[in-house]
């Protein structure tokens, strides 16, 4: 396959929440089309969707740049952080890419800082000090005229940028580019010269890069509506935020045309592809490490545990009164059984670990007396966790089957569906954050633009009437088992058909709506899930939190599915 020569670096995909509108698995679709060979996803303020748009990229054949796009503080004195007295903060977005595993661990620790030693009244942000410190195998980009660098320059701070460039040289050296755009903006026109300036100046390689939004230029009115949707505006105001036309998912022939009087900074969009070398990959699953004490290992530990809880559970729940010894005896080997053939598959699956930890949260929530439901789903069937009181469900007296929990021949991870009192489950959460320290996290969900919804957002943000619009959303078929999308449902329901013949708003209503249909609008929390890792979760995963919410936990940057494609284990409280 012959490549064309640029390459996209200052992308934002769906992962930008109600501002980016490209799917990630469509990028990289749209960048094989295109013959590119490389494109960096750069979402604003995270790495959502790093480790879904690696694996679609290597798939369709692409190279996957890792980056984000992160507010950078800096204060009119000059000062590399935020004191107070410090003067006013002069802050804007850069670009820091991935080069290798090493700026990937930098950037996670980035956004760890961001988000987890800001002030919650803040918006997530680093400071210059900060950067410095993580700045190995990091690529970073100026950010254009709408970056900290721009917006001094703008201010006519000529010193300030000066003092600015130094730290940044400093800290990346040869991995720092003078970003430059052309999107046709005021911003853009008004600190172009003075970038190229400092850049030659300075020796600082330039590199041009159009920041896309959206996948191609007739997206652009839908683009619109879905930033009125996250600013609360109207379509028809005009002092709101918006974007241009042009900020889409331009072709290497446009980059080439654009730039033709500066063609190093398009070469260069290649030289830093070259440069990095790293994707998010699958790993298998990584259980932190249970204390066991001095010389016993987890297995031995798990066994210990099991064969006396098994016996209290006998004595309890077997045993009759009025029993000989032999009685008792017979009584027992079933479960003895089946406990010695419980804990060699679990051994031999490599989940001694995940029992024990388990059952340490569900034993300290009993003492606490914090109510503990019996167990649920395929985990009752095991005598082990009925023997460290994980369940209350005798599995040899009900008949339940082990295998349909654990398998050697159908490899899964165990999964404890555990139910606590919903007033308490927050002491649970307190336990695990000062037993694991940095280790433990929520899991971040994403909620999306689903047929009735988009219709509703896109229907206030064109100023429909309510009442109209909400007549078409109810002629949407409901369908629990399997949610139908927009267009299923218009072809099913010729109601939808008429309304948009007869009526043009109703035809822009649906048009604009089918192409922002199924882009993420916000975040939450998954309702049951955490993880714990055997170290600190900012080493391992990007963190994020919630400062709308009073959770107890940061939330991984990885939804459910990715979080344990990146080998973190989920326990459901």
Known sequence: ????????????????????????????????????????????????????????????????????????????DGAPTSRP??????????????????????????????????????????????????????????????????KILAAGQMPLAESFLDSLQAAFGDRLYMEVQRHGTLEERATEEMFLELAYARDIPLVATNEAYFSERD????????????????????????????????????MRALFADLPEAVDNTLVIAQRCAFMVEHIDPILPPYNCGEGRTEEDELRAQSVDGLATRLE???????????????????????????????????????????????????????????????????????ALSITDLDPLRWGLLFERFLNPERISMPDFDIDFCEEKRDLVFEYLKNKYKSGVAHIITFGKLKARMVLRDVGRVLGLPYGHVDKICKMIPFDPSRPLSLQESISREPRIKEEEKNNPK????????????????????????????????????????????????????FDMHSSENAGLVKFDI
């Open 506 to 557: 109703v035809k822009k209503l649906i048009e604009l709506s089918l192409k922002l249909e199924g882009l993420n609008r916000n975040l939450a929390t998954h309702a049951a899930g955490v993880v714990i890792a055997g170290e600190k979760l900012s080493d391992q995963v990007p963190l994020y939190k919630d400062t709308t919410s009073n959770l107890l936990l940061p939330s991984t940057q």
């Open 1 to 76: 396959m012959t490549h064309v020569d640029f390459v996209h670096l200052r992308v934002h995909s769906a992962y930008s929440l109600s501002e980016g509108a490209i799917h990630v698995k469509d990028l990289a679709t749209l960048c094989r089309e295109m013959s590119m060979p490389a494109v960096a996803v750069t979402d604003t303020n995270n790495l959502f969707g790093a480790l879904e748009f690696s694996e679609a990229a290597a798939k369709s054949g692409i190279q996957p740049i890792i980056g984000c796009q992160l507010r950078v503080q800096s204060t009119a």
């Open 316 to 386: 309890q729940h077997v045993y009759q009164e009025g029993m000989d010894e032999a009685a008792r005896t017979k009584a027992a080997v079933p479960y003895r059984e089946r406990l010695n053939y419980e804990l060699g598959v679990i051994n031999q699956m490599g989940f001694p670990g995940y029992f024990l930890i388990v059952a340490d949260f569900i034993q300290w929530a009993k003492r606490k007396s914090i109510p503990v439901g019996p167990g649920r789903g395929s985990g009752a069937g095991s005598v082990v966790a009925w």
């Open 85 to 150: 007295g410090d003067g006013p903060k002069i802050s804007g977005d850069m670009v820091f890419l991935a080069k290798d595993d090493a700026g990937y661990r930098n950037l996670l620790k980035l956004l760890a800082y961001a988000y987890l030693e800001t002030d919650d009244a803040d918006e997530p942000h680093i400071t210059l000090d900060v950067m410095a410190t993580y700045a190995d195998g990091l690529i970073t980009l100026t950010g254009g005229a709408l970056g900290p660098l721009g």
């Open 219 to 254: 997206m652009y009115e839908a683009h619109d509506a879905l930033l009125c949707i996250a600013d609360g505006a109207y379509v028809s105001q005009r002092d709101r935020l918006n974007k241009t036309p042009e900020h889409y998912l331009k072709t290497a022939q446009e």
